[in-house]
């Protein structure tokens, strides 16, 4: 009669557990702290692996290693694993100045100069951030040229209670712009200090509440705003827009100096409308030129994070308040927007790891 077989204990599951390597951050996941809440029942094996963030590109691989590693150990019959993410927070390296309350992330989004899709961009990766599961707000910061509210369909006077902006909601987003406080038609005429009082308002007097990312769309260029933002709040990290023309490629490197020289680390460079190809067809044409994203990535080391074409579904889906991650997920663009998002909030974790 064959004897049977212990049951595992939780040291030697751990153990297991140690062959399965977080490729981002280079240690193991019993190392990380990943493993929580293991409970062993017999032949039966359950625990949670928590990750930095919903949006891993390998959380799927790493299920299946540990799978695999605590199925190999001599008397597991069964395996439940359950996938969580808790995203972590970046904190400045003096105390608490610029942290946001209830705002684990700051993210800029910023263009060296105007018409890049920048704006378009920004909705669209807060949106897919919010898909992957991560709370997500958007500040429109772009006070002279505020149109994030026509892109996510928001309208209307914001509520204040306890002497805090109420941000609205959509898509999932909490959402906060200048466009919410002003007439449709009222030009914003401000010299730089004004400019610096509304972004510390739009900061700090807002009810942002348990944000994983604050994803801030700022004016295009590089003047007050920037500035202001970079002085007033600790950002974890900037996101440059550009298309592949080389007027646009000359910009983004001004851009990229700029966040460098206010110790803003780069996330990456976003290539928009990178080519079009005609509805049936697979063929490609560069109306804006090529090549402008990896020129960029070799000059200054900053990772292209993805190339986005042109598709008139992202014009109406910004028009009518319906992004194009949200209105058409299937399309090359929003898979583009989607990825894009996946290796953003990849490049956070690593960062904040380090």
Known sequence: MPVPTA???EAAVLDALRAVQDPDLHQDIVTLGFVKDLRVCGDQVAFQIELTTPA?????????QAE???KALPGVAGVAIEMTARVTASRPVLGNKGVIPGVKNVVAVSSGKGGVGKSTVAVNLACALRQTGARVGILDADVYGPNVPLMLGVSGQPAVVDKKIVPFERHGLQVMSMALLIAED?????????????????????AWH????????LPPGTGDAQLSLSQQAHLMGAVIVTTPQDVSVLDVKKAIRMFQTVNVPILGVVENMAWFSPPGSS???????????AKIEREFGVPLLGQIPIEIAVREGGDGGNPIVVAAPASASAKAMTEIAGKVAQRISILNAE
């Open 7 to 9: 049951s595992p204990t």
């Open 283 to 293: 063929e490609r044409y560069h109306l804006f030129g090529q090549g402008g994203g």
């Open 56 to 64: 891993c590109p390998v959380k799927d691989l790493m299920k299946g």
């Open 210 to 217: 348990d944000l994983d990312y604050l994803v801030v769309d």
């Open 186 to 206: 009222q030009p914003v005429i401000w010299r730089g200090p004004m400019l610096h009082s509304a972004v510390r308002q739009f900061l700090f007097d807002v």
């Open 68 to 70: 695999r590693a605590v």
